[in-house]
């Protein structure tokens, strides 16, 4: 039977990226429920053993594609290397990361294979299909779901007649879990000399400036994020402040981020990060459902909002009516009387 | 005119302020209700476009749009701008298109205006947040693409520099001509509309919003030329059927459902002392904090 398989990236510092475990995690979960072996993809400059990473996850078979001109990473060469290893291996189902890479990848392979692709999907399923009009039935399709129409409506894509079924997955909304340790994944290595041509590197990467992860907020047990209703970029420091008497990372909103209060990299939401921490403290945040997407698993959550209306204390434990510069100093404050 | 700049753009419903107004009870989204806009990155792709062109000689910039004829509406704004021609790729026989068939289409429309020597484009339009039709109408036309594009480093008749964002950082990317690019929004705004420019094509018009309102269009283009806006139909891109609108894209929609969010009850608080007081030593006790 035709394989699932997952594109790999590589981080900056040549580690697997963690999305693609996580996407190796649930390519495992659908290849038992369709019975198919689960198989990745990995492409770059590192040695065997970094391919390896991805095995407890679960993977059969490890393509792998080892060349130093292949990272960091580029459109064409990678684009060329996964079209030609999909048309030779049909498998039913190639998952990605919906990162910068996956993002850039994945289109260009859809359109050379003339097959279809779902962007920034949030949950991946096997399920039935029956087409209206002829009735015909479509079994063990892949429902690709995602929010669309700016967050506002969750939709269900499917491609039933076309092979592979392909779907970009965001970072962060699927569970990484180790199968075994010691699970057995073959390696497949792929000639690169034989796909790859001087016209695929035609690109001149001149300059690269890339910076140590320094924000971490997809692991912190603690956010404190704000909103557009900080008012500046100034009032944001309240937030830092808060942030780290408790311990916690800042997380801003799409509007904060777009206001220039916050760096992207701290955007919590449907087209920024995914968190679920114990605590989430929504300072100036209306809600939108764009937010709320991507923090409403938080397990207790706070709003500190000037609206009593705001959509965002519908899900909050705890809502504070009140002006961010006024409520926090007392939070810093009574944090510091309290706390032994 | 020897050097050739297409900008794709999209005229989409605003979806960053869907109002109560524009949900229907069942979940969907009433288009109708929604106000149409410029999509953001695409005025961003217009302005690096704009940048082009200042730089280089005897350069002409071309809006090019697939929609419902209101869609014009977007290739007038970017005649303000200060691009020089438009072009709408409007028939039945597009709508229903998913990226791959939109993608094909716009690729053929390239293909007309060949030769092409850049391509910009919004990273990804509101509606749908894919960002697919930009890389792959770049492999419809078998041209290397630049995405997340966020600066215009240089650029000269057989190459380009640009400054890309990455996750964690930048990349700067030489790449020689055509190749398509995708424009980020953390790029330069559009310049503003020039008053000149507005006066001047503030006529301009396509032959079936003429016909729409009964004008007499003959004159009117025979004297000024510039106004006409062309409209596109699948034979005129020498499009085939088979890979446009509904038949043409692999990908279908299911399913539609409303977001729906488990409301919790809440305790609601004020900002006082006490209040807060309470709030932190109750989370301190939960070990919720400290």
């Known amino acids: 039977m035709n394989s699932i398989f997952v594109y790999c990236e590589l981080t900056e510092e040549k580690n697997i990226a963690d999305v693609s475990l996580e996407l190796c995690s649930k390519g495992r979960k659908l290849a038992n429920q369709l019975n198919v072996p689960l198989e990745a993809i990995v492409i770059g400059d590192v040695d065997e053993n970094i391919a390896r990473q991805v095995s407890p996850y679960g993977v059969d078979v490890i393509h792998f594609a080892k060349d130093n001109r292949l990272f960091p990473y580029q459109t064409l060469p990678h684009a060329a290397i996964v079209i030609e290893l999909l048309k030779n291996e049909q498998p039913q189902i190639v998952i990605y990361g919906a990162t910068p890479i996956g993002r850039d990848l994945a289109p260009r392979v859809a359109s050379a294979l003339r097959c279809g692709l779902t962007a920034d999907c949030t949950e991946l399923a096997i399920g039935s299909h029956i087409e209206p009009k002829s009735q015909k039935e479509y079994k063990n399709l892949l429902l690709q779901i995602r929010p669309a129409f700016g967050g506002n409506i969750i939709a269900t894509i499917i491609n039933p007649e076309t092979r592979p079924q392909m779907a970009t997955v965001r970072e962060g909304v699927m569970k990484k879990e180790i199968i075994s340790n010691s699970y057995n994944s073959k390696i497949s290595k792929i000639d690169t000399e034989k796909i790859l041509k001087p016209e695929h590197f035609i690109l001149q990467t001149i300059e690269r400036h890339v910076e140590p992860q320094k924000i971490n907020i997809k692991n912190a047990n603690i956010i404190v994020s704000g909103g557009y209703g900080m008012g500046s970029k100034e009032n944001f420091q309240l937030l830092y402040e808060l942030a780290n008497i408790l311990g916690a990372e800042v997380g801003a909103s799409r509007a904060a981020v777009d206001a220039g209060f916050a760096e992207p990299e701290r955007q919590i939401g449907q087209t920024g990060v995914t968190v679920r921490p114990k605590l989430y403290i929504a300072c100036g945040i209306s809600g939108a459902v764009q937010h709320r997407a991507g923090m409403a698993e938080s397990s207790t959550i706070i709003s500190i909002n000037t609206d009593p209306k705001a959509p965002i204390n519908e899900i909050a434990d705890y809502v504070i009516i009140g002006d961010v510069n006024s409520v926090i100093p007392k939070m810093i404050k009574f944090y510091k009387q309290n706390v032994k | 005119m020897s050097f050739k700049i297409v900008v794709l753009a999209k005229q989409v419903p605003d979806t960053a302020n869907v109002t109560q107004d524009a949900m229907k009870e069942d979940g969907t989204v009433n288009r109708a209700a929604l106000p149409v806009i410029f999509n953001p990155e695409d005025l961003h792709a217009l302005e690096m476009a704009l940048r082009v062109k200042d730089k280089i000689k005897d350069s002409e910039v071309i809006l090019l749009t697939m929609g419902p004829v209101r869609a014009n509406e977007i290739i007038r704004e970017a005649l303000f701008h200060g691009a020089d021609k438009g072009y709408l790729l409007t028939d039945r026989r597009f709508a229903g298109s998913d990226t791959l068939a939109t993608s094909y289409a716009l690729s053929m429309a390239i293909k007309k205006l060949w030769p092409v020597n850049l391509i910009f484009t919004g990273r990804q339009a509101i509606d749908g947040d894919t960002a697919q039709v930009g890389p792959q109408t770049a492999e419809k036309l078998g041209i290397p693409q630049i995405t997340y594009a966020e600066e215009l480093i240089d650029v000269d008749t057989s190459s380009i520099t640009i400054k890309r964002r990455l996750d964690r950082g930048i990349e700067i990317i030489k790449s020689t ?84 969010f488990k409301a919790k009850e809440n305790l609601v608080l004020a900002d006082n002392d006490n209040d807060i007081d309470k709030l932190m030593k109750t989370l301190i006790n939960s070990h919720i904090i400290g």
Not at chain 2, 232 to 249: F, R
Request: charged share 30%; aromatic share 10%.
């Open chain 2, 177 to 260: 001509l055509p190749c398509l690019i995708t424009v980020n929004h953390s790029s330069p705004r559009c310049r503003f509309r020039n008053a000149k420019l507005v006066m001047k094509y503030k006529k301009a018009t396509s032959m079936s919003e003429l016909q729409d309102r009964n004008e007499d269009y003959y004159d009117l283009f025979e004297s000024k030329p510039y106004l006409k806006i062309d409209e596109w139909g699948v034979e005129d891109i020498n499009a085939d059927i088979k890979w446009l609108g509904l038949s043409g894209s692999p990908t279908k929609v299911k399913k539609i459902e409303n977001v729906v």
